[in-house]
């Protein structure tokens, strides 16, 4: 239990802002260079020093883990605008794009996040159980308005889409024609 002596401190705006840039400059490099990517280049694109990446991330894997968990929080949050679009099935199909962007993003970093969730376990089924509730939400207001079968789950979604664009042969069009063709399957 976390107790006023031992809960960690909030971190000062400064820190903070270098936390974000490391996160921004991180994703972006993992985008376009994936394993590749160097820690020095990730510092320098984020404006900040190699100590200052170090000291809120030790490992790299720490940083992988850091971006991979912000990018599914930015999944999540996009559900509330995917609840909000008046058509269901306009939302179910705005946020599977999103999700199937995220996971075009991923496929270069496979190798890494298979080692932040060997070293932790809980983290995959965490974030797992996270996306399934928010692909479930957006599915069920799809279904209860008739627009899509009733025969699909959350996780078939997230099945499904997360297959296509895992591939590492397609492109990214072949994808996008691809999660057409599972939407357009959905359709009640």
């Known amino acids: 239990m976390t107790t006023p002596a031992t809960a960690p401190r909030p971190m000062r705006a400064d820190a903070r802002r270098n936390y974000e840039r490391l996160i921004t400059a991180a994703r972006e490099e993992f985008g376009e260079r994936a394993h590749e990517a160097a820690i020095e280049d990730i510092a320098k694109r984020a404006g900040v020093g190699v100590g200052t990446l170090y000291r809120h991330f030790p490992r ?35 946020w599977l794009q999103a999700y199937a962007r995220y996971a075009m993003n991923k496929r270069n ?60 042969t397609a492109t990214r069009e072949q ?6 063709v599972v939407l357009q399957g959905l359709r009640a």
């Not at 509330?80 to 939302?91: K, S, V």
């Not at 890494?112 to 995959?124: C, K, M, N, V």
């Not at 994808?175 to 057409?180: Q, V």
């Open 60 to 94: 790299r894997i720490d940083l992988v883990e850091a971006v991979y968990a912000e990018e599914i929080d930015t999944l999540i949050a996009a559900v509330d605008d995917a609840l909000a679009t008046p058509d269901p099935y306009a939302g179910l199909t705005s």
């Open 109 to 168: 970093l496979l190798k890494e996040l298979q080692e932040a969730f060997e070293r932790d376990p809980g983290l995959r089924l965490q974030l797992r159980e996270r996306l399934q509730a928010a692909a479930t939400r957006v599915l069920e207001r799809a279904q209860a308005a008739g627009a899509v079968r009733q025969d699909v789950s959350g996780d078939d979604l997230l099945h499904l889409v997360g297959g296509i664009c895992m591939s590492s």
């Open 175 to 180: 994808n996008e024609r691809l999660l057409e």
